[in-house]
C-alpha cells in the first residue's frame, strides 16, 4: 500500500472508490453473526412486510463497514482518527453499494497532520451514508 503523503493532497482529491456488487440475504446473514445485530428487520422477511416493507434490509452499519474498508484500502487503519455516520436511506437485498470520499480540509492539530475526508455511500436509488474521517499523514 503506498500511503499519501498531507503535502501531496489537496483539498477536492478524491480517494479510491469501492464498489459492492449486490448486497444478498447471504452477506445480511453472516453480518448479523459478525455483529451479533439479529434484528429481525435484517433476515425475517414476514417481519420486514409486517413493518410495511417489501423485504428484509441491510444494516446501516454494513455500509459504513464498506466506507471503513474505502478508507483502509487507502491508508491503515492505524491513521484513522475518527468516523462519524448519518444514516439518510435503507439498503435493500439486490443494492449495489458504490463508496467514495473527497478531502475536504488539511489542518494541524496535536503536532498531527490531518485531512478530513467527505465520504458517501449510494444505493443505484439513494445516497445511504453520509459520513466523514479524519486521518493522519505524515
Same mark, same amino acid.
Given at each position: ?28 446473514? +453472516?453480518?448479523? !453473526?459478525?455483529? =451479533? ?5 435484517? /433476515? ?5 412486510? *409486517? ?10 452499519? +454494513?455500509?459504513? !463497514?464498506?466506507? =471503513? ?5 487507502? /491508508? ?5 482518527? *475518527? ?56
Amino acid at each position: 500500500m503506498k500511503i499519501p503523503k498531507f503535502e501531496s493532497l489537496k483539498e477536492g482529491d478524491e480517494i479510491p472508490t469501492l464498489k459492492i456488487q449486490s448486497v444478498s440475504r447471504h452477506t445480511l446473514a +453472516l453480518y448479523c !453473526g459478525a455483529s =451479533g445485530d439479529h434484528n429481525p428487520i435484517h /433476515v425475517d422477511l414476514d417481519y420486514a412486510k *409486517s413493518v410495511g416493507l417489501e423485504d428484509v434490509i441491510a444494516h446501516g452499519m +454494513l455500509s459504513a !463497514g464498506y466506507l =471503513g474498508r474505502m478508507l483502509t484500502n487507502w /491508508v491503515p487503519q492505524s491513521t484513522i482518527r *475518527s468516523i462519524k455516520n448519518r444514516f439518510t436511506a435503507m439498503t435493500h437485498i439486490g443494492d449495489s453499494i458504490t463508496c467514495t470520499g473527497k478531502v475536504t480540509e488539511k489542518f494541524e492539530k496535536e503536532n498531527e497532520k490531518l485531512v478530513r475526508i467527505e465520504m458517501q455511500a449510494h444505493t443505484p436509488n439513494s445516497q445511504t451514508i453520509i459520513a466523514e474521517a479524519v486521518i493522519a499523514l505524515e
